[in-house]
């Protein structure tokens, strides 16, 4: 797959709009996810998933192409969703962060989906607890924690995404870790 | 060894792929005994599981789309450009039509005079040039706009540009064939195509330049 992404980086760069349809289709789901989970409502996840696309193609000729392109579409995602974060006049936070927002969002998410059977809606309330217990932590290890578990990245590859120290990237890893021990250790 | 700093210490090293050889010793030895330490292991290890089956989340309907449609606009000859190698027969077929409307048969039409390259001895009906019997033409002739009938002989190449050479026969004898004979080669253009072909191998040819 990586290969393929390569290719069509070559020919957005030459200019060929069509070939970003195809990698705006393999990542939507991916940058969509790590902007719900870091922003925490559907309504600013669609705006900043959208608006890391379309900077990644007006920008797509400063982009190296010995790098790999989700390190570099998971960077430009992840400092607008902190941007995001930062802007926030205090009562929209408190407004994003009341209870049952999230919910209402992610069950309209869910309700499109296709209904599972009996047996693994439990789950399914299992995984959106875990969702939320994720939502809730500190954006700084929230970011690690969903671009370590939930993306695969390496530590390197997310020192190289949010640009800090592989040193701070594994202190805030351990953080995030206990911090969610804690959290899910009665699940 | 203390159990809060450095245990709990080894057992994220160890998460993180980090953990030395004597360090894995260490830590496995002092798990062994420490049954806080074991708990505290086996809930890093179940929180990173559960972390795996956070729930999953779609992007909304239409993403993809809405993303395209603001993208700012791309450079107008590179569309063509791939729409034309997308549609290579539809490309000729719009290249065709465009000639069309664009007027090239009407203009070409307009030029329909008779040209021919030499006349003596050369007799004219109409549109047709008939070389006579006994008249032997010396040279290359070139007929533009009309047709010929080669009674007597032509020494040399016979061009003919949106006309045919005609076969007159001699019926009264019964037989069909060309009485005269072109002692060299016939070439016959229908100008009008040759023309288009000639044209949309250029475009073609600037299409896929770039
Ligand atoms: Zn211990």
Redesign the pocket.
């Known amino acids: 797959m990586d290969q393929i992404i390569r290719e069509k980086i070559k020919l957005v760069k030459k200019g060929d709009q069509s070939a970003y349809e195809d990698v705006v289709s393999f990542f939507q789901n991916k940058i969509y996810q790590h902007c719900f989970r870091m922003l925490g409502n559907a309504h600013e996840a669609e705006d900043i998933a959208q608006e890391a696309f379309i900077r990644a193609y007006v920008n797509i000729h400063s982009f190296d192409d010995k790098r790999k392109f989700s390190t570099w579409l998971y960077r430009i995602a992840t400092n607008l969703t902190i941007d995001r974060i930062r802007k926030r006049k205090p009562d929209y936070y408190l407004d994003a962060e009341v209870k049952g927002t999230d919910g209402l969002d992610m069950y309209s998410q869910l309700a499109s989906k296709d209904r599972l059977p009996g047996e693994e809606v439990e789950s399914i309330e299992l995984q959106r607890y875990i969702h939320q217990e994720i939502s809730g932590l500190p954006p700084k290890y929230r970011s690690i924690i969903m671009l370590r578990y939930l993306e695969e990245f390496s530590l390197q590859e997310i020192s190289d995404i949010l640009d800090i120290p592989l040193g701070t990237v594994k202190t805030r890893i351990h953080r995030g870790r206990e911090a969610l021990r804690k959290r899910l250790r009665h699940v | 060894?203390?159990?809060?700093k450095e245990?709990v210490e080894l057992m994220h090293k160890y998460l993180d792929g980090d953990l030395s050889k004597p360090e894995e010793t260490e830590l496995r030895v002092?798990?062994e005994?420490?049954?806080?330490?074991?708990t505290?292991f086996h809930e890093l290890k179940r929180t990173i599981t559960l972390i795996h089956s956070a729930e999953q989340i779609s992007a909304p309907k239409n993403f993809t789309e809405n993303v395209m449609q603001q993208l700012p606009a791309e450079k107008k000859r590179m569309r063509y450009s791939r729409w034309f190698k997308a549609h290579p027969i539809l490309t000729a077929a719009a290249i065709f039509f465009v000639f069309m409307i664009s007027g090239v048969f009407s203009a070409w039409n307009q030029d329909s005079e008779l040209v021919v390259s030499k006349q003596e001895d050369l007799i004219i009906q109409g549109d047709t040039v008939i070389v006579p019997e006994g008249v032997t033409v010396e040279g290359d002739l070139l007929v533009k706009n009309g047709n010929l009938i080669v009674n007597g002989t032509v020494d040399g190449n016979v061009t003919l540009i949106n006309g045919k050479l005609l076969e007159e026969s001699i019926e009264s004898e019964g037989l069909m064939a060309s009485v005269g004979e072109v002692n060299g080669e016939l070439k016959m253009v229908d100008q009008v195509f040759e023309w288009i072909w000639y044209k949309t191998k250029d475009l073609f040819k600037g299409i896929f330049a770039f």
Not at chain 2, 1 to 4: A, D, E, T, V
Not at chain 2, 33 to 38: G, S
């Open positions: 060894m203390n159990c809060n245990a002092h798990l005994d420490c049954e806080a330490c074991q505290h």
